[in-house]
């Protein structure tokens, strides 16, 4: 098998106005296409990336919480590329975006901070 690269991530949010605000005008994601799922009482809204990845956004009726902290197994969290994380955090911080410390891998010697959505998704921002 040869995996060609990632199709898209989906993220289940509990307040889908809220969500959706925070990645399309706040995140500035792209929407593709929205369709409401009446048998499963769900939106679904794909968002592109800078043309190349999709996250699919749904809302479900009361869904479960997501464990966080302490981390839990499962996907740790998400990561978008900058060019500059200074002003991506600067950006973030104007819309009350709690980023942490701008931190350095000290493998790659690559910049990086985590924030998190309005569920408390944790993501992260690495600069190129």
Not at 47 to 72: C, D, K, M, T, W
Request: aromatic residues 12%; glycine residues 4%; negative net charge.
């Amino acid at each position: 098998m040869k995996l060609n690269k990632i199709h898209h991530i989906a993220v289940i949010c509990s307040d889908y106005e809220r969500s959706k605000d925070f990645y399309v005008r706040i995140l500035g994601l792209k929407p593709i296409n929205e369709v409401y799922r009446e048998e499963r009482d769900s939106y679904k809204l794909d968002l592109e990336v800078n043309g190349q990845y999709q996250i699919e956004l749904f809302s479900f009726p009361e869904p479960a919480v997501r464990p966080s902290y302490p981390e839990a197994a499962g996907l740790r969290h998400l990561a978008f590329e900058v060019d500059d994380i200074e002003d991506a955090v600067q950006y973030l911080t104007r819309f009350q975006v709690n980023v942490e410390a701008v931190r350095v891998d000290p493998v790659t010697n690559k910049k990086f901070t985590f924030f998190a959505d309005p569920d408390g998704l944790p993501l992260e921002l690495y600069e190129r």
